[in-house]
């Protein structure tokens, strides 16, 4: 469904990730690990197309990617970077209308409906997004990407900064999410306790590369992989 | 008579903060929403007020050659947002020294276009009395004319999706790519937009000031500062600081003399840039 097909690429003349492969199927939670710098950010930019890409490409829904982020986003591509980058003189109600009015849907509708699913931004609906606590934040990033209607949703880093029973409470949206609207998610993280709760499978990176591709069995059960990999 | 004098001064004051906010407008947009600063931008200005001058020279009635003054004006700074300020975004010297180019090349156009001489257009005058004073009634006009420009501006901003995405684009250009905005695309129509509103206020200002090649810098130092002080809330600092520093510096002119007021202007921008180096509205909780 998702695919990313020998992905080099980085900032300036500096490559960082070089030719990676990896495969979202439909309907599947697919976690992205390793430690902090072996770019999963940058990999997760390149799959926007935030960055351009030196070699490779990008298809979604079996069709290949142009290099345009807009364009990727109507394809379906949903995206909640590290650090939320919420609009912050925005409301919370327009950073969700903003988003759905762009890609064809009725705003008000949309923010309705949210505001039902996320009840924590409900009180908060009128007030700017720039004056939230990181939590509530991070959970406006995801509304965000979600009322884009995406069929991929890439999450980058989703649990930094977040106080433990948001973490919990995300967890939660994304296998709901997940489960009842077929969703598809790449989720970058080094917290493995969180991935693995929702994840089926992941991709180890290291150095820019992706070192191996594991079942959550076989993760848990490596404990030198752990190790080695992630440092945990 | 007292009452009167007051009155008058009030009026008067009131017209030269909304001849000042009309002027202001459009860099409250494209500098103070945008960040983008336009040493252009009082060409744009006199661009505006050449073709509203022209038009009318014509035969079409001055009414109507405004909104054709606006588009032209936003055309031309289409052309030059997708010709040089799109390349520049985030390279705040370097678009300084662009369009300061870009505004010698357009006032020395204009000087061999239209010369240095001041052709006017001949619009019936009118004066209100207010007991023994005389006020001429177009300033007057201009009063209502900057409140609906405002509610108007406001209006667009904060309620429609063009709106919604103009802010977008500008607080974080790569998450409103990410979520489906061609934000360049939006970015350029929202500098444009700032070039019109320039080109309204050169135009809706012809009555009482003639078209020069040279006429924007009258109002380009007041405007930039006014956008200044303002700070991050672009249009409601705006309106505020025009109204109190164009305001204030008129009130003072009439009380004292036309030196006090412009020493007033510029000691209270001063003052407020050194107390609010952000600008005045740095920590509002406002969008706009």
């Not at chain 1, 077929?182 to 990176?205: H, N, T, W």
């Not at chain 1, 059960?221 to 945990?232: H, W």
């Not at chain 2, 900057?146 to 901003?157: G, P």
Request: charged content about 15%.
């Amino acid at each position: 469904m998702f695919k990313i097909i020998n992905a080099t690429g980085g900032y300036g003349k500096t490559t960082i990730i070089q030719d990676i492969s990896l495969t979202v199927n439909e309907g599947e939670i697919v976690a992205l690990l390793g430690r902090n710098g072996v770019g999963k950010s940058t990999l997760m930019r390149y799959a926007t197309g935030l960055i351009p890409a030196m070699d490779g490409q990008v298809e979604i829904d079996s069709k290949i990617a142009p290099s345009a982020p807009a364009k990727r986003a109507k394809m379906g591509l949903g995206y909640v970077p590290q650090g939320r980058f919420v609009f912050p003189r925005m409301s919370v109600t327009e950073n969700i209308a903003v988003a759905a009015a762009s890609n064809g849907y009725n705003p008000k509708q949309t923010v309705a409906d949210f505001l039902k699913d996320f009840p924590m931004l409900a009180p908060k609906a009128s007030d700017l997004a720039g004056g939230l606590s990181g939590g509530q934040q991070q959970i406006l990033a995801l509304a965000r990407a979600l009322a884009t209607r995406p069929k991929i949703l890439l999450l980058d880093e989703p649990t930094e900064g977040v106080q433990p029973s948001i973490i919990d409470e995300m967890a939660g949206i994304l296998k709901r999410i997940n489960e009842q609207q077929g969703i598809a998610i790449l989720v970058a993280e080094q917290d493995l306790d969180f991935c693995l709760s929702i994840a089926k499978r992941a991709y180890v990176m290291e150095k820019g590369c992706i070192k191996i591709a594991v079942d959550k069995e076989s993760l848990l059960a490596d404990k030198l992989l752990q190790q080695e990999l992630l440092g945990v | 008579m007292e009452i009167d004098f007051l009155v008058t001064v009030l009026l008067s004051s009131l017209s030269s903060a909304a001849i000042l906010l009309i002027a202001a407008m459009g860099l409250a947009v494209v500098f103070g929403l945008m960040g983008v600063i336009n040493l252009a931008h009082s060409e744009f200005l006199m661009m505006g007020a050449y073709a509203a001058l022209t038009i009318t020279k014509a035969g079409v009635p001055y009414l109507l050659s405004i909104p054709i003054a606006v588009a032209i004006t936003m055309a031309i700074g289409a052309v030059v947002e997708i010709l040089i300020i799109s390349r520049l975004y985030g390279r705040l010297f370097d678009t300084m020294l662009a369009t300061w180019g870009l505004s010698m090349v357009l006032l020395q156009l204009a000087v061999l276009l239209f010369g240095t001489a001041t052709p006017s257009i001949n619009l019936p005058q009118f004066n209100i009395s207010i007991g023994d004073y005389q006020l001429a009634g177009y300033p007057l006009i201009l009063i209502g004319v900057a409140v609906i420009m405002l509610i108007l501006i406001y209006l667009l901003m904060t309620k429609t999706t063009y709106g919604m995405q103009a802010r977008a684009s500008i607080q974080e250009p790569e998450m409103a790519q990410a979520i489906g905005i061609e934000s360049s695309r939006v970015n350029t129509f929202t500098f444009a937009l700032g070039c019109g509103l320039a080109g309204f206020a050169g135009a809706v200002l012809l009555p009482i000031i003639p078209a020069t090649p040279s006429m924007g810098m009258a109002f380009a130092v007041k405007s930039f500062l006014a956008v200044v002080v303002a700070g991050p809330v672009a249009l409601t600092g705006t309106a505020l600081t025009a109204i109190g520093l164009g305001g204030g510096a008129s009130i003072t002119a009439s009380l004292l003399t036309s030196v006090a007021g412009e020493v007033f202007f510029f000691i209270i921008t001063a003052v407020l840039l050194w107390r609010y180096p952000m600008g005045i509205s740095a920590k509002w909780r406002r969008k706009l």
